[in-house]
T-cell receptor, first 115, second 117 residues
Framework: AQTVTQSQPEMSVQEAETVTLSCTYDTSESNYYLFWYKQPPSRQMILVIRQEAYKQQNATENRFSVNFQKAAKSFSLKISDSQLGDTAMYFCAFMKRNAGNMLTFGGGTRLMVKP | GAVVSQHPSRVICKSGTSVKIECRSLDFQATTMFWYRQFPKQSLMLMATSNEGSKATYEQGVEKDKFLINHASLTLSTLTVTSAHPEDSSFYIC?????????????FGPGTRLLVL
C-alpha cells in the first residue's frame, strides 16, 4: 500500500514571496503519477500540477513548480510570487499507473498568504 | 474542459430519510467516477469507485447498503445515503477520471455538504 505524508500542517507566506510545501511518499511501484491539488475555502478541489514518475524533468505550471526526487520519494511544491488567492489547503496525492486511477492523499497543508 | 458538477451543493434532511447526490461530467465521458468523504480539516477519504455499467467497488469499512452508488451513464453517477443519521453529516465529493487523452487525472466536483438533523 502507498502512503503520502505532508509534514507541514500549516504554513504562511507573505504576498509576493516564495513558499515550498513538502510531500514524501512510500511505494514499491516504479510507474506512477504524483499530483498537487488545491482546495480553497470554497472546498472545490483544483488540480495544480501533475508529474509522471518516468519523467526526470520537473513539472511547471506558471508560478507553480515541483521538485521531484524519485530516489528520495519526495515531491515538493514551490509557489513563486505568492498571491492572496493561493490561500488554501494543498493536498499531495499519489496514483499507481494502470491500477484503477485511485488516488492516495496526504493529510494536507494549510497555506495562508498574508498581505 | 474537464468540468464536473455536483448537485445539490447543500442539503439538510431529517434523520431516517434518504438523500441522493448527483455527479456529472459536463464535457467529457467518464467511465470511472469516485466518491469521497471529507471531515472538517481532514483529507479526503475514498468511499467507493464507480464504473459505468457495473457495480461499485467499496473501500473497507464503507457500508454498501448505506451508501448506494449507481453509475448508469458515462456522464452521471449518483450516491444515495439511505436512512441517514446525524453521523452521516459530512462533505461528500465526487471526481471523474479524465477523458480518453487524460485518463490519469481525476477532476473533482464542487462537493455536497450534508447535514442530517
Amino acid at each position: 500500500a502507498q502512503t503520502v505524508t505532508q509534514s507541514q500542517p500549516e504554513m504562511s507566506v507573505q504576498e509576493a514571496e516564495t513558499v515550498t510545501l513538502s510531500c514524501t511518499y512510500d511505494t514499491s511501484e516504479s510507474n506512477y503519477y504524483l499530483f498537487w491539488y488545491k482546495q480553497p475555502p470554497s472546498r472545490q478541489m483544483i488540480l495544480v500540477i501533475r508529474q509522471e514518475a518516468y519523467k526526470q524533468q520537473n513539472a511547471t505550471e506558471n508560478r507553480f513548480s515541483v521538485n521531484f526526487q524519485k530516489a528520495a520519494k519526495s515531491f515538493s511544491l514551490k509557489i513563486s510570487d505568492s498571491q492572496l488567492g493561493d490561500t488554501a489547503m494543498y493536498f499531495c496525492a499519489f496514483m499507481k499507473r494502470n491500477a484503477g486511477n485511485m488516488l492516495t492523499f496526504g493529510g494536507g497543508t494549510r497555506l495562508m498568504v498574508k498581505p | 474542459g474537464a468540468v464536473v458538477s455536483q448537485h445539490p451543493s447543500r442539503v439538510i434532511c431529517k434523520s431516517g430519510t434518504s438523500v441522493k447526490i448527483e455527479c456529472r461530467s459536463l464535457d467529457f465521458q467518464a467511465t470511472t467516477m469516485f466518491w469521497y468523504r471529507q471531515f472538517p480539516k481532514q483529507s479526503l477519504m475514498l468511499m467507493a469507485t464507480s464504473n459505468e455499467g457495473s457495480k461499485a467497488t467499496y473501500e473497507q469499512g464503507v457500508e454498501k447498503d448505506k451508501f448506494l452508488i449507481n453509475h448508469a451513464s458515462l456522464t452521471l453517477s449518483t450516491l444515495t445515503v439511505t436512512s441517514a443519521h446525524p453521523e452521516d453529516s459530512s462533505f461528500y465529493i465526487c471526481s471523474a477520471r479524465g477523458g480518453i487523452r487524460d485518463q490519469e487525472t481525476q477532476y473533482f466536483g464542487p462537493g455536497t455538504r450534508l447535514l442530517v438533523l
